[in-house]
């Protein structure tokens, strides 16, 4: 199999990007955004890895062989969470035994 | 006196010796330097024999503390540290790279026709920190050992544990990583090493069952790494990720663990499974029968076992909805598990089947893994298992599958191939006697734990109510018969490296492609690239041509 080379210019890009990335994220530490802190810390840490993937890890010239092992990957990640959640999500579903007020012990 | 050389392989005066993978350099840093996949299988071989040995001194230790309701042997809290250690000894060191590190390494490159594995010197260290792993493991146990139990619930290992948790864990980390890098290893080699003719479908099913297995070791084994190292977290930064007073969940450290440690049952127990179907088609000289279900129901069995780990977690206070869904799941696993077990039961009918130790061991899989099957599916019913968690069903139901499942299967791996890594024959009658000798002992030590779970001795104590004792003197005499079996094999075994009659190329007269070259193996496995041409177990097809003439 034939390596794709990747110009020079494409790692410096990628680079900047994660650089750029990395101080928007210091950045908006420094802003209580209530809710969406978590949701904005895990959208550019998702965009990193995103770029890591494609271009330092090449998967984006690689064989569909290759984007079948990445892509399992992250369905067993969705197994994970997804399984996992199904308790934490449903486990106030159960009606309270007679005289508790809540789930949580006295 | 005679000066014509003998070859020793051989045995045969004036054959000129011929180099293979044993003498083709001596000394220990030929060895310790070695990229060979077969030495690095023989270096697995030597290191997972110590565990298992100190394995199963703990549990020889936890048995004689159970022959008497008192606990006269050791104090509680040693008996906590040595039912741990058994467990990190047996599961970790031993039972996750038997087959795959050993019999895997060495067979699956000669199986598929290759020179080597796809990254031999990646492979050379999947064994360093196998031992680096096993070292600081080793120190933990020697500075007092560690009470958790293998499985390091939190918040007992995060927080109120005084035992050597950080170290054994840290040993177990770096375990993990061998295990992730032979999975590696063996996905590359057999997309992209198969010799000539070698479809995936000519594939011989112990390779397809070591594809499964690697799936779970690079998809599963990380999980668990990440969750030993939030424990770490928790411990040293006080980071609120298991303890509710630091805003964690515990339950969340039983999902991150069981997510890998239940696969890892089935890294366990696949190879073995891969390890059947070959000993049950070569002693029945026939095709395996419905191939292509047994190599699917491998990945099905990997796939479906990553569905199953809320079983495990039943009474643990989770969502009761979740464990419907957990239920309901872990019967599904049930049938490919079956798929097996059918097929090679109709791939023994009007075989020609002979009882070679191999196939004991084979036959013993069959009859323990379905009886640690079936049990299995008693925990899995939500009901019952508010009844048997956490008693001693529990037990007997997983060492039925892990010693009569696993272990048997290992040993009939050892037995079938052994002639072909040392060019050696073992002593097929001490060999039989052994495997009767283990199949009498492990059913006398486990089956009435069965009985004793039911009847409500729970796991972990090491005094009971005298009315359990009867049982479990039943069970700790098996033990010792179990241990005079695995022993026999260990004596004989030796002694045939140096005075067992040569094996030659094919003893068992069996197909696949690591018998049409001499034993032990030459160091690049074949003079020539081998050509498939034909299915594998093609056994009613013409016997492969001898050794004179593929070399």
């Given at each position: 199999?034939?390596?794709?080379?990747v110009p020079q210019?494409?790692?410096?890009?990628?680079?900047?990007?994660?650089?750029?990335?990395?101080?928007?994220?210091?950045?908006?530490?420094?802003?209580?955004?209530?809710?969406?802190?978590?949701?904005?810390?895990?959208?550019?840490a998702?965009?990193?890895?995103?770029i890591?993937?494609?271009?330092?890890?090449?998967?984006?010239y690689?064989?569909?062989?290759?984007?079948v092992?990445?892509?399992?990957?992250?369905?067993w990640?969705?197994?994970?969470?997804?399984?996992?959640?199904?308790?934490?999500f449903?486990?106030?579903?159960?009606?309270?035994?007679?005289?508790?007020?809540?789930?949580?012990?006295? | 006196?005679d000066?014509?050389?003998?070859?020793?392989?051989?045995?045969?005066?004036?054959?000129?010796?011929r180099?293979?993978?044993?003498?083709?350099?001596?000394g220990?840093k030929?060895?310790?330097?070695?990229?060979?996949h077969?030495?690095i299988?023989?270096?697995y071989?030597?290191s997972?024999?110590?565990?298992?040995?100190l394995?199963?001194?703990?549990?020889a230790l936890?048995?004689?503390?159970?022959?008497?309701?008192?606990?006269?042997?050791v104090?509680?809290?040693m008996?906590n540290k040595?039912?741990?250690?058994h467990?990190?000894?047996?599961?970790?060191?031993?039972?996750?790279?038997?087959?795959?590190?050993?019999?895997?390494?060495?067979?699956?490159?000669m199986?598929?026709g290759?020179?080597?594995?796809?990254?031999?010197r990646?492979?050379?260290?999947s064994w360093?920190i196998?031992s680096?792993?096993?070292?600081f493991?080793?120190?933990?146990m020697?500075?007092?050992?560690?009470?958790?139990?293998?499985?390091?619930y939190?918040?007992?290992?995060s927080?109120?544990s005084?035992?050597?948790?950080a170290?054994?864990?840290?040993g177990?980390?770096i375990?993990?990583?061998?295990?992730?890098?032979?999975?590696?290893?063996?996905?590359?080699?057999?997309?992209?090493?198969r010799?000539?003719?070698?479809?995936?479908?000519?594939?011989?099913?112990?390779?397809?069952?070591?594809?499964?297995t690697?799936?779970?070791q690079?998809?599963?084994?990380p999980?668990?790494?990440?969750?030993?190292?939030?424990?770490?977290?928790?411990?040293?930064?006080k980071l609120?990720?298991?303890?509710?007073?630091?805003?964690g969940?515990?339950?969340l450290?039983?999902?991150?663990?069981?997510?890998?440690?239940?696969?890892?049952?089935?890294?366990?127990?696949?190879?073995?499974?891969?390890?059947?179907?070959?000993?049950?088609?070569?002693?029945?000289?026939?095709?395996?029968f419905?191939?292509p279900?047994i190599?699917?129901?491998?990945?099905?069995?990997?796939?479906?076992?990553?569905?199953?780990?809320?079983?495990?977690?039943?009474?643990?206070?989770?969502?009761?909805?979740?464990?419907?869904?957990?239920?309901?799941?872990?019967?599904?696993v049930a049938?490919?598990?079956?798929?097996?077990?059918?097929?090679?039961?109709?791939?023994?009918?009007?075989?020609?089947?002979?009882?070679?130790?191999?196939?004991l061991?084979a036959?013993?899989f069959?009859?323990?893994?379905?009886?640690?099957?079936?049990?299995g599916?008693?925990?899995a019913?939500?009901?019952?298992?508010?009844?048997?968690?956490?008693?001693?069903?529990v037990?007997?139901?997983?060492?039925?599958?892990m010693?009569?499942?696993?272990?048997?299967?290992?040993?009939?791996?050892?037995?079938?191939?052994?002639?072909?890594?040392?060019?050696?024959?073992?002593?097929?009658?001490?060999?039989?006697?052994?495997a009767l000798?283990?199949?009498?002992?492990?059913?006398?030590?486990?089956?009435?734990?069965?009985?004793?779970?039911?009847?409500?001795?729970?796991?972990?104590?090491?005094?009971y109510?005298?009315?359990?004792?009867?049982l479990n003197v039943m069970?700790t005499?098996?033990?010792?018969?179990l241990?005079?079996?695995?022993?026999?094999?260990?004596?004989?075994l030796?002694?045939?490296?140096?005075y067992?009659?040569a094996?030659?190329?094919?003893?068992?007269?069996a197909?696949?492609?690591?018998?049409t070259?001499?034993?032990?193996p030459?160091?690049?496995?074949?003079?020539?690239t081998?050509?498939?041409?034909?299915?594998a177990?093609?056994?009613?097809s013409?016997?492969?041509?001898?050794?004179?003439?593929?070399?």
């Amino acid at each position: 199999m034939a390596h794709h080379v990747v110009p020079q210019k494409i790692y410096l890009l990628v680079f900047a990007t994660l650089i750029l990335l990395t101080l928007v994220t210091v950045d908006v530490a420094f802003y209580d955004l209530g809710l969406l802190n978590l949701y904005i810390a895990l959208a550019i840490a998702v965009t990193k890895a995103t770029i890591v993937i494609l271009y330092f890890m090449h998967v984006k010239y690689s064989s569909r062989l290759v984007w079948v092992f990445v892509g399992s990957g992250f369905f067993w990640l969705a197994v994970l969470l997804v399984l996992t959640l199904s308790d934490f999500f449903t486990r106030g579903w159960s009606p309270l035994p007679s005289g508790w007020t809540s789930m949580v012990m006295p | 006196m005679d000066a014509t050389p003998i070859n020793a392989h051989s045995g045969t005066p004036g054959e000129p010796i011929r180099a293979n993978y044993l003498n083709v350099n001596y000394g220990l840093k030929s060895w310790l330097l070695t990229t060979d996949h077969k030495r690095i299988g023989i270096l697995y071989l030597i290191s997972i024999t110590i565990f298992f040995a100190l394995g199963g001194i703990f549990a020889a230790l936890i048995r004689l503390e159970l022959m008497t309701p008192e606990g006269d042997v050791v104090s509680s809290e040693m008996y906590n540290k040595l039912f741990t250690m058994h467990g990190v000894a047996m599961i970790f060191f031993f039972l996750i790279p038997s087959i795959p590190a050993v019999f895997g390494n060495f067979l699956i490159p000669m199986m598929i026709g290759a020179r080597d594995v796809a990254f031999p010197r990646l492979n050379l260290m999947s064994w360093y920190i196998y031992s680096i792993g096993g070292v600081f493991t080793f120190a933990a146990m020697a500075l007092g050992g560690v009470d958790t139990g293998w499985t390091f619930y939190a918040p007992y290992s995060s927080t109120y544990s005084n035992s050597n948790v950080a170290l054994t864990a840290v040993g177990i980390f770096i375990l993990g990583f061998s295990s992730i890098l032979t999975g590696l290893n063996f996905i590359v080699t057999i997309h992209k090493m198969r010799a000539p003719g070698l479809t995936w479908f000519r594939l011989p099913l112990f390779v397809w069952a070591h594809y499964a297995t690697s799936l779970i070791q690079i998809l599963g084994t990380p999980v668990v790494a990440i969750s030993i190292v939030l424990v770490a977290l928790e411990r040293l930064l006080k980071l609120g990720i298991f303890d509710p007073k630091l805003g964690g969940d515990p339950l969340l450290f039983q999902h991150l663990f069981w997510f890998y440690s239940h696969p890892a049952v089935y890294i366990m127990i696949l190879p073995s499974m891969g390890v059947v179907s070959e000993v049950i088609a070569c002693f029945s000289r026939k095709r395996v029968f419905g191939y292509p279900f047994i190599a699917f129901s491998s990945l099905a069995i990997a796939v479906l076992g990553f569905l199953v780990w809320g079983h495990h977690m039943f009474t643990s206070g989770q969502s009761v909805y979740a464990g419907m869904i957990f239920s309901v799941l872990t019967m599904l696993v049930a049938i490919p598990s079956a798929v097996k077990v059918f097929n090679w039961t109709a791939t023994l009918y009007k075989g020609s089947v002979s009882y070679q130790a191999p196939m004991l061991y084979a036959l013993g899989f069959i009859g323990l893994f379905t009886i640690g099957g079936l049990t299995g599916l008693f925990l899995a019913t939500l009901a019952t298992d508010v009844h048997l968690h956490d008693t001693y069903f529990v037990v007997a139901h997983f060492h039925y599958i892990m010693v009569g499942g696993a272990i048997m299967g290992y040993m009939a791996a050892m037995h079938f191939w052994w002639p072909k890594m040392t060019g050696r024959l073992y002593p097929e009658g001490w060999a039989k006697f052994a495997a009767l000798v283990i199949f009498v002992g492990f059913n006398l030590t486990f089956f009435p734990q069965f009985v004793l779970g039911y009847l409500g001795m729970p796991r972990r104590y090491h005094v009971y109510p005298p009315e359990f004792q009867v049982l479990n003197v039943m069970s700790t005499a098996g033990a010792s018969i179990l241990a005079v079996g695995y022993i026999i094999p260990l004596i004989y075994l030796l002694w045939s490296l140096k005075y067992g009659p040569a094996a030659g190329a094919n003893p068992w007269q069996a197909k696949g492609l690591e018998w049409t070259t001499p034993s032990p193996p030459p160091p690049h496995n074949f003079e020539r690239t081998p050509v498939v041409t034909e299915e594998a177990y093609a056994y009613e097809s013409k016997p492969y041509p001898e050794e004179a003439e593929v070399v």
